[in-house]
Nanobody, 124 residues
């Protein structure tokens, strides 16, 4: 199982970006997923999360500006980021708890996976 994040780039303050994270491999289902970010010199922090039931959670710093969504059929989790600020500049990582198919053909217990980060730079 692998997670592949994409969609980062350079954007002006007030602009928008959409990050996507695609899970590939022998996947039974994604139990929950989240986006984290790490700014230079800072610890990695949780930005937003979503569970299989669609319940979402956001950090206070992005609430009302970012929206996390998932497409279970496509094993994809997205993060729509609007009204971006310079302080949103960071490397963004997707994270997911995934049940895959074991060698016996039956689903395994959930395991935590991380994707490689994608850089978001908000600057004029």
């Amino acid at each position: 199982v692998q997670l592949q994040a994409s969609g980062g780039g350079l954007v002006q303050p007030g602009g928008s970006l959409r990050l996507s994270c695609v899970a590939s491999g022998s996947i039974f289902r994604i139990n929950a997923a989240a986006w984290y970010r790490q700014a230079p010199g800072k610890q990695r922090e949780l930005v937003a999360s979503i569970n299989r039931g669609g319940i979402t959670n956001y950090s206070d710093s992005v609430k009302g500006r970012f929206t996390i969504s998932s497409d279970n059929a496509k094993n994809t989790v997205s993060l729509q980021m609007n009204s971006l600020r310079p302080e949103d500049t960071a490397v963004y990582y997707c994270n997911a708890e995934i049940r895959s198919y074991g060698s016996n053909g039956f689903p395994t217990d959930g395991k935590n996976y991380w994707g490689k980060g994608t850089l978001v730079t908000v600057s004029s």
